[in-house]
C-alpha cells in the first residue's frame, strides 16, 4: 500500500527554520502534484503550497515568501522549508498528493515552535 | 481569498439517520470543490471531489452536489464509524491558485 512517510523534528526555535520531509514509499514523484497543508491547534487546515514534479511551485500568498517546497526525485522525497518561524507556525503539518484533491496524505507532524 | 464556510459547526445524529452538512463559498468554484474526513489522530480522508465525484472505496452513502458557491455532503444513513469531522475543501485554479478549506463540521452521536 503507497504511502507518504513524513520525517523532521518537531521542535524549532523561534526565528529558526523548520524542514520536514515527506517520502513516497512506492512509485514515483513523476506526473503528480506535491502538496503541503498545515493546522495550527484550534484551527482549519490551512494550504502551504505545493510542487509538480517538473520543479515548478505555487504557494499561498499569506506566508509571505517564507515557505520553499522542493523534490529529490532520486529520493522519492519532497520537502517544505519554512523560515523565520514564530509562535504563529505552530502546527500539525502535513504532505499530500494532488494539487486540488488530496487523495494520499502522510501522517502528520506537530510542530511546535518554541525556545 | 475564496472563504469557505461550513454548517452547521456541529451535527448530532443517531446511527441510520441521515446527515446533510453544507459548504458556501464566497465567490463561485464552479464544481471545484472536495470534502474530506478526518478522525482523530488520522489524517484526512478524501470523500468526494468535483463536487459530486466519490473517490474509489467510499461508501455510496456518502454523495455530493452543488455548484458554484453552494455544496451539500450528505451521508444518507449514519454508520458508527462516520461520526467525526468533515472538511470542505476549494480547488479553483483561477485567477490565480489558491486552495481554502472551511473550518469543518463535527457529526457527533447523539
Known amino acids: 500500500q503507497v504511502q507518504l512517510l513524513q520525517s523532521g523534528p518537531g521542535l524549532v526555535k523561534p526565528s529558526e527554520t523548520l524542514s520536514l520531509t515527506c517520502t513516497l514509499s512506492?512509485?514515483?514523484?513523476?506526473?503528480?502534484?506535491w502538496t503541503w497543508i498545515r493546522q495550527p491547534p484550534g484551527k482549519r487546515l490551512e494550504w502551504i503550497g505545493f510542487v509538480y514534479y517538473t520543479g515548478s511551485t505555487e504557494y499561498s500568498p499569506s506566508l509571505n515568501g517564507r515557505a520553499t517546497i522542493s523534490l529529490d526525485t532520486s529520493k522519492n522525497q519532497f520537502s517544505l522549508r519554512l523560515t523565520s518561524v514564530g509562535a504563529a507556525d505552530t502546527a500539525v503539518y502535513y504532505c499530500?498528493?494532488?494539487?486540488?484533491?488530496?487523495?494520499?496524505w502522510g501522517q502528520g507532524t506537530l510542530v511546535t515552535v518554541s525556545s | 481569498e475564496i472563504v469557505l464556510t461550513q454548517s452547521p459547526g456541529t451535527l448530532s445524529l443517531s446511527p441510520g439517520e441521515r446527515a446533510t452538512l453544507s459548504c458556501r463559498a464566497s465567490?463561485?468554484?464552479?464544481?471545484?470543490l472536495a470534502w474530506y474526513q478526518h478522525k482523530p489522530g488520522q489524517s484526512p480522508r478524501l470523500l468526494i471531489s468535483e463536487a459530486s465525484s466519490r473517490t474509489t472505496d467510499i461508501p455510496d452513502r456518502f454523495s455530493g452536489s452543488g455548484y458554484g458557491t453552494d455544496f451539500t455532503l450528505t451521508i444518507s444513513r449514519l454508520e458508527p464509524e462516520d461520526f467525526a469531522l468533515y472538511y470542505c475543501?476549494?480547488?479553483?485554479?483561477?485567477?490565480?491558485?489558491?486552495?481554502?478549506f472551511g473550518q469543518g463540521t463535527t457529526v457527533e452521536a447523539k
Open positions: 475543501q476549494q480547488y479553483l485554479n483561477s485567477p490565480r491558485t489558491f486552495r481554502s
Open positions: 512506492d512509485g514515483s514523484l513523476s506526473n503528480n502534484h
Open positions: 499530500a498528493r494532488g494539487s486540488g484533491r488530496l487523495h494520499l
Open positions: 465567490q463561485s468554484v464552479g464544481t471545484s
